[in-house]
């Protein structure tokens, strides 16, 4: 099975750093299931083709597997097309060739993750038995150009009509992300065959591949079934979180930005009377099972596990860098077990719904909603209030009001440069009263940090209680 990846970019050797991989060399890498080598076949300034080779070995995957009726000498697990296809097994390659660059991060050209590129792919060989129609369905609302060459049964005997595969070519002015994105989710989609993989971690997969795109895709109910290979259950849970696309790239950029914003705010080390309002409004509630809302690297975290009221502590954040260091910062690893069984991280993201989240006394959401992009705020607010609906919900956000009175901060500009909207205590307070009255809560609002007669204080905080 090869795939083809092809840009006149220029300079279009730009694309080894996209992918991380030098085009000088033939790289080879081995996987359960076969072998997958990476070569450039053309590689000028003017052009670059990148070619991914796949071979599956098909006795290495029987191989100490029992067949579905307990027989293990069926032809057909030997004698198949696995080898000459793409199917989730080319899936499973690009991710272990490619994830750096499918989750937006280049190390030398990071100018160059989210710009539209001049892009063809050609894979050699597609099962489709929806043929050039089912294709076309996929790719086209992607914004694709299509072109399917659907490929005879058997040359000699032209009488047997056509099979159904295809030799597919797709070419787009996107980013190398999305395409790979595209390719990764539509092509077991495609096949639709069995699946090297069904499980729960695929809805987490098929979400975080699909999260700027899949929403909002004519096809998503079809590509979702097939994808979960029609485990309905799965396939419930994924759409349900489909709630809105979520286009966030959360390891990208928030960590640089994060300084910057600790910059701005430390002549009042406002981040620790943050977290002490926040921890103050939690213990009052009474609340013992609590979970952090886009815990990020977990300062809250830290607190609340200092406090033996809280006997199970849940931070949940989108960002897996974050949760990674979250989980260094708090030496989770040499916890007494105790103490271990107390705490869990969880990758997911607010704007799904989620019912790993339900049933907890508290939530707090500290520095968070400010990120999201005001069409997501709605998903989030139905993810927390609806569907998790904690007991109490502690929401922080900057006062937009107060930023004049930080010298570092330039008039008109927010305090980290992925806030999607500062508030001013209005409206803030207008957005949490009508959150909290259809959802059936109650909310008050606390200042944090020193509290200026005209502008109020840097960081406002709403307290809301079912
Ligand atoms: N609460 C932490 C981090 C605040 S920064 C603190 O006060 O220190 C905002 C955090 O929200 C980041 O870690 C970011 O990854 C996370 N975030 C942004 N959008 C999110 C989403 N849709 N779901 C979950 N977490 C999200």
Redesign the pocket.
Known sequence: MLLQIETTHRPATDLGYLLHKNPAKLQSFDLSFGKVHVFYPVATEDCCQVAVLLEVDPIGLVRGRRGPSGNNYRLDQYVNDRPYVASSFLSVALNKLFSTAMNGRSKERPELVEQPLPLKATLSVVPCRGGEELLRRLFEPLGYALAAERHPLDDRFPEWGEGHYHTVRIEQTISLRSLLQHLYVLIPVLDNDKHYWVGEDEIEKLLARGEAWLSTHPEKDLITTRYLKYQHRLTRDALARLVSE?D?D?DAT?AKH?IEEEEIEKPLSL?AQ?MGSVLAALKASGAAHVL??????G??LRDLLKEKQFARIVG????VR?LERASGRLKLERLPDMQRRRIELMH????YRDDRLTGFDAAAV???IE??DPP?LRS?ERAVFEFARPGTVVITTPNQEYNVMWEALTAGTFRHRDHRFEWTRAEFQEWAERVAGSHGYTVRFLPIGPVDDVVGSPTQMGVFER
């Open positions: 979520d966030l959360p928030e994060d981040n943050r952090d809302l886009g815990c990020g690297e300062n809250l949940v954040d989108v960002s974050s997911g993201s607010l704007i500290v520095e968070v990120h999201l997501r989030f």
